[in-house]
């Protein structure tokens, strides 16, 4: 089995990537698959203004203020869940 080089998947920028799958086997024969996937190298930065970090409240819980920071180009939705 082969793995994908780090280093070189590191020198693709962001977006359209073409991997091609090569297979042979002993008797010679000779197959190929191509997948077109796209490649997003940005990290989504998230800023937390308000609760504060180890605040405590009670019954009800402070507003949420958050921002982001990403691709434009991607569209990204965010839920935050009830963990208790």
């Given at each position: 089995?082969?793995y994908f080089?780090?280093e ?7 977006g359209?990537?073409s ?5 042979n086997?002993?008797?010679g ?9 796209r ?6 930065i ?5 609760p ?13 203020n ?13 839920t935050i869940?009830?963990?208790?």
């Open positions: 089995m082969k080089d780090q070189e998947w590191n020198k693709l920028g962001n359209i990537v991997i091609i799958f090569y297979a086997d002993t008797p024969n000779i197959a190929y698959e191509e997948i077109i996937m490649k997003d190298a940005y990290k989504t998230i800023f937390i203004h308000n504060l970090d180890n605040e405590k409240f009670g019954k009800y819980s402070h507003n949420f958050i921002s982001f920071i990403e691709d434009p180009s991607v569209i990204t939705w965010y869940v009830n963990r208790s």
